[in-house]
């Protein structure tokens, strides 16, 4: 069963604590991404990786930071620098080839910071 | 960069009713405008998609237009049913740039 696996579902952590969440895809996808989705704010992009060993920053990128060491996977690091870290974190990947094409989403990380 | 725009950000019908969610977008070089559904607690998910080479696109119930001198696309669902209650976001993007997301449009459908 293809697709784009995100855990946990739901992570606490205390202030001034990193955290990484996890995203893994078997869709073969070249390209990732993490978003980040607040109430009435829609989704804004944090970082992307469209190859192994590259990633650009999105809009929102202060205070994350991620790896790209394998086409599978593209961890997510929050980092204490992140002023407001709660909220809902969705990976997703996509097949670019000779133009734009879907994302395909996780179901998400949930995570609250006290 | 690319700035879209989204609206409304509610909208409540009557089971059996029509719904039109509109966006705008910046970008003339944009060329691909997906719109996907997000149940609550839920992933989104892709509904339709149309590229800048057609003016409008239909799978059943749910049809976009797309209008590029004026840089809007909308969202049209037919017939519209208690499961069609979700939120919806439109987006834009050009080439192999990211997707860039309207803020969202929580649809709600009475029965």
């Known amino acids: 069963d293809g697709g784009i696996t995100q855990s946990p579902k739901y992570l606490f952590r205390k202030e001034g604590q990193n955290v990484t969440l996890s995203c893994e895809q078997n869709l073969n996808h070249d390209a990732m991404y993490w978003y980040r989705q607040d109430p009435g704010q829609g989704l804004r992009l944090i970082y992307y990786?469209?190859?192994?060993?590259?990633?650009q920053k999105g809009d929102i990128a202060e205070g994350y930071s991620v790896s790209r060491e394998k086409k599978e996977s593209f961890p997510l690091t929050v980092t204490s620098a992140q002023k407001n870290p709660t909220a809902f974190y969705l990976c997703?990947?996509?097949?670019?080839?000779?133009?734009?094409?879907?994302?395909?989403f996780g179901n998400g990380t949930r995570l609250t910071v006290t | 960069g690319e700035n879209v725009e989204q609206h409304p950000s509610t909208l409540s019908v009557q089971e059996g009713d029509s719904a039109v969610i509109k966006c705008t977008y910046s970008?003339?070089?944009?060329?691909?405008f997906p719109w996907y559904k997000q149940e609550l607690g839920k992933r989104p998910q892709l509904i339709i998609d149309?590229?800048?080479?057609?003016g409008e696109k239909k799978d059943q119930r749910i049809a976009v237009t797309l209008n590029k001198t004026a840089k809007h696309f909308s969202l049209h669902i037919t017939e519209t049913q208690p499961e069609d209650s979700a939120v919806y976001f439109c987006?834009?993007?050009?080439?192999?740039?990211?997707?860039?997301f309207g803020k969202g449009t929580r649809l709600s459908v009475i029965a």
């Open positions: 987006a834009a993007s050009k080439g192999n740039t990211p997707l860039v």
């Open positions: 149309i590229r800048s080479n057609v």
């Open positions: 970008d003339s070089a944009s060329n691909y």
């Open positions: 997703a990947s996509s097949r670019p080839g000779q133009g734009p094409s879907p994302l395909h």
């Open positions: 990786s469209q190859i192994v060993n590259d990633f």
